[in-house]
């Protein structure tokens, strides 16, 4: 049972972890260098509570901390709880969402753990924007993908607004770096995936033939701009595109791997 | 032929319409009290210049204006150069793209018009989030839908971060607001219009299927968390959903409205 306990001053040291947190994620003093998990507002803390990352303490106001109650009854955590005025004075912004939850980083499966469980796999090359790539594990989880293997390029997953777009999604589906690159993709290959490249280049091939042709996938995805890498390309087995409208330049980059994710796995 | 103005003084009066941008969009004394449109980044502006929308004057550093040079031939308005500095201390806030255009607002298409020339439209209620809004809009334009009526709850699409995050598609998409409402809904059908109503209700079938039927199909929206509400449900003729992984709990909206706008539109 996670212990309450009440908050009432702005430099209590126990609340420490929640200082700062516009720049606590990028703390090089983190194991890793890479800070803490922190997961904002009752959807995503539930998702963390659910998680196998070790939660080290919450922080919310009351209201927030009671909704959580189910949750928090079989975790032993402490629950500090103060005012809102308060919250936003230790973390040093304003929080509308009320609780905030951090955990530290643990060890995630590898390439290989996920690569050997799934069917259809996302990899994205280059999303470097933190809301995308949130956006697109969210879009992940929603049509039931194996995991997101990460080229390089790629911005960190549990990064605060990350957790935050992907609406906690990030803690549930399985992520790893795929290394090296682009030769991880022939390993791919070779367990079976077709590694198909989303682009709305001339010879691709619209998603629906590709997903008439079943099998396991391996989707790679390009961010808005610049696209896919020619290495990239090169290391694909087919080229497939969402169909669009005349002069219409593209999607954003999750919503068009959401379009891919619901045609290729969402069946 | 676009005249080019050197401006040197923040306190220049001919740059006063892209003042104080932030709120500028909200003015009380502009044509209809909703201010100006306003155009961020070359793509953006490039397509204001290509709308019917009566284009005031531009606002940019001189490699921006002259990346416009094409577009700038064949209308006559003042494009004023400035430094990137001044050009922050004009708007009232960093502008990362460089160039602005602001034009008045414009009488649009009725509804009546939309409907006589779609076969897909959208039709979201209550979403009241701008980003989201224009996510949808840009969504629109690349599955070539025929445009977007606009239940109660929504926000401006013309709203200047609207404007941006479609991409400038808000200009592009007709729209126009439904009314009465729910009413408005019952004159759709009189057109041929198919209704449905997309949400994760237990009673809906899966797009795939409507998209079978064939034509025309106008799609309600509801906003994230609310979802549609009982008058918009009850008017519909069908209830549909996106296909998700069990205990997830929902799409953004302007990303569900992408899979349905593809899966209805795109083929």
Redesign the interface.
């Given at each position: 049972m996670a212990q309450r306990i009440s908050v009432q001053k702005v430099d209590d040291p126990r609340v420490d972890d929640f200082r700062h947190l516009s720049t606590a994620d990028r703390r090089p003093d983190r194991p890793g260098g890479r800070g803490f998990v922190i997961a904002e507002g009752t959807?995503v803390v539930r998702r963390l509570l659910a998680s196998d990352y070790p939660v080290r303490a919450l922080l919310g106001v009351a209201r927030r901390i009671e909704e959580l109650e189910p949750e928090l009854a079989g975790v032993d955590v402490p629950a500090y709880v103060t005012s809102a005025e308060l919250m936003a004075e230790i973390v040093g912004f304003h929080l509308n969402r009320g609780v905030l939850a951090v955990a530290d980083r643990a060890p995630r499966s590898s390439a290989g753990e996920i690569v050997a469980r799934a069917r259809v796999l996302a990899v994205p090359e280059g999303v470097g924007d933190h809301e995308n790539l949130g956006?697109l594990f969210?879009?992940a989880?929603?049509?039931?993908l194996g995991g997101v293997l990460l080229g390089p390029g790629c911005s960190d997953p549990l990064y605060r607004r990350s957790v935050r777009v992907s609406?906690g999604?990030v803690l549930r589906v399985p992520f790893a770096p795929l290394e090296p690159w682009p030769a991880g993709l022939t390993s791919l290959k070779e367990k079976g995936f077709r590694v198909a490249a989303l682009t709305p280049r001339a010879d691709s091939v619209p998603l629906r033939e590709l997903a008439a042709d079943g099998g396991k996938i391996a989707l790679l995805l390009g961010s808005e701009g610049p696209g896919l890498t020619e290495e990239a390309l090169g290391a694909a087995d087919v080229a497939v595109r969402?169909?669009?409208?005349?002069g219409?330049?593209?999607?954003?980059v999750?919503?068009a791997a959401?379009?891919a994710f619901?045609?290729l796995a969402?069946?």
């Open positions: 959807v956006a969210r879009n989880a929603a049509f039931g609406m999604n969402v169909p669009m409208a005349e219409v330049d593209s999607l954003n999750a919503t959401a379009v619901y045609e969402g069946r």
